[in-house]
Every structure is written in C-alpha cells, then in structure tokens.
T-cell receptor, first 115, second 116 residues
Framework: NAGVMQNPRHLVRRRGQEARLRCSPM?????VYWYRQLPEEGLKFMVY????????ESGMPKERFSAEFPKEGPSILRIQQVVRGDSAAYFC?????????????FGSGTQLSVL | AQTVTQSQPEMSVQEAETVTLSCTYD???????LFWYKQPPSRQMILVIR??????QNATENRFSVNFQKAAKSFSLKISDSQLGDTAMYFC?????????????FGKGTLLTVNP
C-alpha cells in the first residue's frame, strides 16, 4: 500500500511563474490536507479538501494560491505569479474518514525554490 | 489560539542512551490531542506517538514514550535505547477536539542527533 505521493520532490521557479504541486493520497483516503513549512518553522495548515470540495481554506493566502481535489486524479496546489516568499516545503497529508483526532499520513513534501 | 513551544532547538545523545525532548503548549481547550512527529533527512513526516488529553495514562510505542502533564501543559517525548536511525527533526503538535479538528499546530522542532 503506497503512502502519500507528492511530486515533484523539488521545484524551481522564477518570480512570476506558476507552480503546480501534486498529491496522491493513500489508497482509500478521500480527505486531503496541505501544509506549508517555512525555513526553521513547523508546518502550518493551509487547506482541507475532500473529493471535489474545499472544506476549509482558512490557512491559504487570499491571493495567488488555489487548491483542488478532482473526482479523478491527484490533488493540486497551484501558486500563481510566485514570489521569493513562497519558497518553502509544501506537504500533503491524507486520512481515510476525516474523523476527529484521526491520524494524518504525510507525504515527503515538495520543496519549492523561487529564484 | 493554540501555541506549541519546543525550547530545545538541538539535542544530541549517544547511541543506546536515553533522551527526553521537551514540549509545552498553551490552550484554553479541555479536550484535545497531542502528537510527536519525526522528520528524518528524507523529509517525510512520520507519526511517532499520539496522546488523547482525556487519558491519564501516558502513551507508549516501543522505545518511545511520553510524559503528559495536563495541568502543566507539558508533553515531553522520551526515546530509550537511542538508535542512529532516530536522528531527525522532532515536532510536537496539538489538535483540538471538535470543530476544525484536522488543523495541527506544530512547534518549531528539535533537531536530534544520535552519535555512534
């Protein structure tokens, strides 16, 4: 049973370009969460999605950031017109039911570097 | 809002020895969950141990155990018989019960190095 798969592992973009980060949850999991880790910081919640629905995006910056989890295919975190401050590791996690206190299973993250 | 504080940015221990990592948190909630996650150089976040606040008994997973002091809002992690593979960043995390229960609040982490 493969774990949470994220790609690419490393992504380099120039300022103003778009970044697309992909996340395939564990088999049987329909709840996906995105977190961001800035240098020397803990992870911070960004958004929670179920299939075709955004449940909570309270941690997402209001502009340039969007997320989706389509019926088919991976979840996508999209950052438009990237700036240097977007450089961070972006982690995806998944869980089977979204129930309270449930364990989240994390991927290995995508390291985004903005030049 | 909840905060999680890990006061030890770095620690080291000799192989086979025991080490304790500190974590304190601040919350007005009475029911919640606490976690320790391990992040090795591969960067993957791995759940080490989980504690429900309503349980008085400290959680244990093989060589890993916690000392949960609810009144003091303290949640330390003890690693016994340290192994080279335990070298990693360790993050303490808080999740409140009910409502936005999927939002983990993380501390800044402690880098643990196990020396041969």
């Amino acid at each position: 049973n493969a774990g949470v798969m994220q790609n690419p592992r490393h992504l380099v973009r120039r300022r103003g370009q778009e970044a697309r980060l992909r996340c395939s949850p564990m088999k049987g999991h329909s709840h996906v969460y995105w977190y961001r880790q800035l240098p020397e910081e803990g992870l911070k919640f960004m958004v929670y999605l179920q299939k075709e629905n955004i449940i909570d995006e309270s941690g997402m910056p209001k502009e340039r950031f969007s997320a989706e989890f389509p019926k088919e295919g991976p979840s996508i975190l999209r950052i438009q017109q990237v700036v240097r401050g977007d450089s961070a590791a972006y982690f995806c996690a998944s869980s089977p039911t979204g129930l309270e206190g449930e364990k989240l299973f994390f991927g290995s993250g995508t390291q985004l570097s903005v030049l | 809002a909840q905060t999680v504080t890990q006061s030890q940015p770095e620690m080291s221990v000799q192989e086979a020895e025991t080490v304790t990592l500190s974590c304190t948190y601040d919350t007005s909630e009475s029911n919640y969950y606490l976690f320790w996650y391990k992040q090795p150089p591969s960067r993957q976040m791995i759940l080490v141990i989980r504690q429900e606040a309503y349980k008085q008994q400290n959680a244990t997973e093989n060589r890993f155990s916690v000392n949960f002091q609810k009144a003091a809002k303290s949640f330390s992690l003890k690693i016994s018989d340290s192994q080279l593979g335990d070298t990693a960043m360790y993050f303490c995390a808080f999740m409140k019960e009910g409502g936005s229960n999927y939002k983990l609040t993380f501390g800044k982490g402690t880098l643990l190095t196990v020396n041969p």
